[in-house]
C-alpha cells in the first residue's frame, strides 16, 4: 500500500479530506482540514502503520482488523455520508484518491494527523521491523520471553509488522506450534521462525506490489496456506487445517505440520467446560 501511494500519490495535490466517521480520528490539533492544499511528498509504512507525508504534515492510519485503503483512478468528487457504509475516511487528490473503510460492526480503524509520526503512541511503542531482523535479533527478542511464540510475533512492541494471519503463515512455515513458548525455542527453530518470517512477508509484498490496491486483499487471501482455512486440506501434508479460538479472534494451524499431530486444546472452550 506504501508503494501503491509512493507511485500513484507522490506529487498530487490533496484537495480535500472527507471524514465521514469523526469517531476514527484520534488527533484534534491540528485539524485535519490542514491537510488541504498540500502536497503528497512521501509514503511509508511504521509496522502496520500507514504514513501519507503531506509536505510535513503526516495523515497516518492503522487499518486494524477489518479496515482497508480503497483507491480510485475515478474517485467521486461527492463526499461520503456520514454514519452510513463502510467509509470512514475519503482522500481527494484531484480527480484520484482513495477511501479508507472498515467492514463489520467493530470500529477499529484509526487515524491520525501529526507533525511527526512518533506522536502516535503505537508508532512510537513499535519494536524493530520484522522484515529487517538478523536471526541474531530475532534470538535476542525471543530470548527470556515466556509469552506463547503466537502472542510474541503479534505483539507490535516487541516486533514490528506480523498481524493474526500472516502469524499462522510464519509458524505453519517453520513447522512450530502456536502455542511454543518463546524463550524456549531451540536454535534450529529460531533458524526456521527467522526464515519463515523472511520468506512470507518478503513474498507476501511481492505479490502485493504492483497489484492494483483495490485488490490486495484477494490477494492475500489467495496466498494463505493455513489462516482462514480451517477444515481444508493443508496445502503441504493434506491434513485438515484445525482453529483455535481466543478472546474475541481465532487462529489456524495444520496438527502434522506444526504439533505432532496432536490438537491444539481450545482454550475457551476448556474453560467453559471445567
Ligand atoms: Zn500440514
Redesign the pocket.
Known amino acids: 500500500m506504501a508503494q501503491h501511494l509512493r507511485d500513484n500519490a507522490v506529487g498530487r495535490s490533496v484537495v480535500r479530506v472527507d471524514v465521514a466517521s469523526m469517531s476514527v480520528l484520534k488527533t484534534a490539533s491540528p485539524p485535519w482540514t490542514e491537510l488541504h492544499g498540500r502536497t503528497v511528498t512521501g509514503a511509508a509504512r511504521h509496522g502496520k502503520y500507514l504514513d501519507l507525508d503531506c509536505d510535513g504534515l503526516h495523515l497516518v492510519c492503522h487499518l486494524a482488523r477489518a479496515g482497508w485503503l480503497r483507491w480510485s483512478d475515478k474517485l467521486s468528487p461527492a463526499p461520503p455520508k456520514p454514519g452510513r457504509g463502510p467509509i470512514a475516511l475519503r482522500v481527494h487528490l484531484g480527480g484520484v484518491g482513495f477511501d479508507l473503510t472498515e467492514a463489520g460492526t467493530q470500529k477499529k480503524l484509526a487515524v491520525w494527523v501529526v507533525a511527526d509520526p512518533a506522536e502516535v503512541p503505537g508508532i512510537a511503542k513499535l519494536g524493530p521491523d520484522a522484515l529487517e531482523l538478523d536471526a541474531d535479533g530475532l534470538a535476542a527478542i525471543l530470548s527470556g520471553r515466556t509469552e506463547r511464540i503466537k502472542t510474541l510475533l503479534t505483539d507490535q512492541s516487541a516486533l514490528a509488522g506480523i498481524g493474526n494471519a500472516y502469524s499462522d503463515e510464519i509458524l505453519?512455515a517453520a513447522k512450530l506450534s502456536p502455542f511454543a513458548t518463546s524463550g524456549k525455542l531451540d536454535a534450529d527453530a529460531v533458524a526456521r521462525l527467522h526464515e519463515s518470517t523472511q520468506e512470507i512477508l518478503k513474498d507476501a509484498v511481492q505479490r502485493s506490489l504492483g497489484q492494483d490496491a483495490a485488490r490486495l486483499k484477494a490477494e492475500k487471501r489467495s496466498g494463505l496456506r493455513v489462516h482462514a482455512r480451517t477444515g481444508l486440506p493443508?496445502p503441504?501434508?493434506?491434513?485438515l487445517v484445525r482453529e483455535v479460538s481466543y478472546a474475541d479472534r481465532s487462529m489456524q494451524y495444520?496438527p502434522?505440520?506444526?504439533t505432532g499431530g496432536k490438537p491444539l486444546a481450545d482454550r475457551r472452550f476448556s474453560r467453559l467446560l471445567k
Not at 503441504?236 to 491434513?239: A, K, R, S
Open positions: 505453519h493443508c503441504v501434508c493434506g491434513d495444520c502434522t505440520c506444526q
